[in-house]
């Protein structure tokens, strides 16, 4: 079977770094992703892993580990804007269907 | 453009009424889908499209018709819906299916059945 892990809430200050964790168990992987929502709103791409290491985009960077099942998503200087849900996304192996974790909400203070 | 557009906005029906939703992209995506979200929950997938046939069709009841007339057009019938279904109804594309391209969303029909 398949199973992701995300904490269900955050909260960060203004201006500072914050780390979403992401972990994972499939049979098989072919990539894992990151979409952002903001309420009532369509989730939007992040980024795409598919090998070891960190990509960076402007303000935003993700991480993956396939050896131990794990990804981060990294905002730094945060912005207000940037309060939402984050949501980890890895295909099944067998159906290629996106199978979505639980969504981290991450409320950003001033 | 990068853009799947969904039509209506909103809709509020009643249980014995028949409504569709409708969804549309042109970006020559060949794979469509339709999810369900409730609040607080990540998207529930309900269909997908692959090269406009219906390739998955996770359980759903048959209440939910899905209809993909063409490789730009995907529908949504709905008849005989129970309170229960109301929730937020997005549609998505990509590349092909088989999860390796990310998916573009629409903005979704928020629907409340009466």
């Known amino acids: 079977g398949q199973n992701i892990d995300q904490p269900t809430e955050m909260t960060a200050t203004e201006g500072a770094i914050v780390q979403i964790n992401c972990t994972y168990q499939t049979s098989g992987f072919n990539g894992l992703f990151w979409y952002q929502q903001h309420a009532g709103e369509a989730p939007t791409f992040l980024s795409y892993?598919?090998?070891?290491g960190l990509e960076e985009k402007g303000r935003f960077s993700s991480f993956l580990s396939r050896s131990k099942g794990y990804s981060y998503l990294l905002l730094k200087e945060l912005q207000m804007k940037d309060s939402a849900s984050y949501l980890c996304a890895v295909p099944s192996s067998n159906t290629g269907k996106l199978i979505f974790g639980q969504g981290t909400t991450l409320q950003v203070k001033p | 453009d990068t853009e799947v557009t969904q039509t209506p906005k909103h809709l509020v029906m009643g249980m014995t009424n028949k409504k569709s939703l409708k969804c549309e992209q042109h970006?020559?995506?060949?794979?469509m889908y339709w999810y369900k979200q409730k609040a607080k929950k990540p998207p529930e997938l309900m269909f997908v499209y692959s090269y406009e046939k219906l390739s998955i069709n996770e359980s759903v009841p048959s209440r939910f018709s899905p209809e993909c007339p063409n490789s730009s057009l995907l529908n949504l019938h709905l008849h005989a819906l129970q309170p229960e279904d109301s929730a937020l109804y997005l549609c998505?594309?990509?590349?092909?299916?088989?999860?390796?391209?990310?998916?573009?969303f629409g903005p979704g029909t928020r629907l409340t059945v009466t």
């Open positions: 998505a594309s990509s590349q092909t299916a088989g999860g390796l391209y990310e998916q573009y």
């Open positions: 970006m020559g995506h060949r794979a």
């Open positions: 892993n598919v090998l070891d």
